[in-house]
């Protein structure tokens, strides 16, 4: 082989690097670290020590990073099928798959350790928890096998508050608890919304996901009741959390947005686009953490 070939066939350190960045998701990250900070600040009724918070992040994003990158690892298949993921290092040869996993394990092993010295063991074991859980029960037990994947597994991302609630206090409350309910009932429409749009690339990778296996109508009757439910959790939070109207408001404003939305997709099917429900419910997650934060911060 030729330097030239060799160069070819070698991807710059730069690129190496940005492939295995992308294993870790970074966008799904960064949603994920929206709501810790939030958990921090009620639990502690006030802003934390910044090495705390930076810590809890830090810790975090590599437990998340490795669960990612697990899971490219076990999907590089059905990756390889869809058109959203073909373009992922583990399917195009850019990472060998071994490397991938290893890659992933690391993470989460250093994560573990990390927020165990920096934190508390209860979130150390918590972050562990949930890369488990998206792993196994998630990844490996549901995606491929029932359409109740998302409802059930999704719950792994619903770990991160309680991580973060545990990093101050070193332990559990049913403020916490809460805040992990509102993302479980928070995912099934966030996801299902984005699947209608996805239901052919997941039918071909025949991933038995709601629209697939149970049509469009069904899908968007459950993305109204999920919606529904989450608004009535979010406001339980109030009284469990010891929040008030700053959070209130907040919940009841983009809570009836979120209905509204759900509702409009299950009326409408024709011109309502649920692309736009998946976009509102990322922005509906934010605002309702943010405002939990600023309210225990600035009423404390």
Request: with cysteine; charged share 10%.
């Amino acid at each position: 082989m030729t330097a030239e070939a060799m160069a070819i066939a070698r991807p710059d350190i730069g690129t190496t690097i940005r492939n295995y960045i992308s294993l870790t998701k970074p966008m799904i990250i960064a949603l994920l670290l929206i709501t810790t900070v939030p958990a921090m600040v009620v639990a502690e009724r006030g802003w934390p020590s910044s090495w705390l918070v930076l810590a809890t992040l830090i810790g975090g994003s590599l437990s998340a990073g490795g669960a990612n990158a697990i899971n490219c690892w076990y999907d590089r298949d059905i990756d390889g099928v869809m058109r959203r993921t073909q373009s992922r290092p583990l399917v195009t040869g850019e990472i060998e798959p071994l490397h991938g996993l290893i890659f992933g394990i690391a993470l989460g092993a250093f994560a573990f350790g990390f927020l165990w010295v920096t934190t508390t063991l209860m979130a150390a074991a918590l972050a562990l928890a949930a890369l488990l859980f998206y792993v196994f029960i998630y990844t490996v037990w549901l995606k491929r096998r029932t359409p109740q994947n998302i409802v059930i597994g999704g719950a792994a991302g619903a770990f991160p508050p309680m991580v973060g609630w545990a990093a101050v206090t070193g332990e559990m409350s049913v403020a916490a608890w809460m805040m992990f309910a509102i993302i479980f009932y928070w995912t099934p429409p966030h996801f299902w919304a984005l699947a209608l749009r996805l239901e052919g690339d997941y039918a071909e990778a025949g991933v038995p996901m709601l629209p697939v296996t149970n049509g469009a109508g069904y899908t968007r009757t459950q993305i109204l009741r999920y919606s529904v439910v989450l608004v009535v959790v979010s406001l339980l939070l109030g009284p469990a959390g010891d929040l008030s109207f700053i959070y209130y408001a907040t919940a009841l404003a983009t809570g009836a947005a979120f209905v509204a939305m759900a509702a409009r997709l299950w009326r409408k099917p024709a011109s309502t686009r649920p692309i736009d429900l998946y976009k509102y419910s990322l922005l509906y997650l934010a605002l309702l953490f943010v405002a939990m934060g600023v309210d225990a911060a600035v009423l404390a």
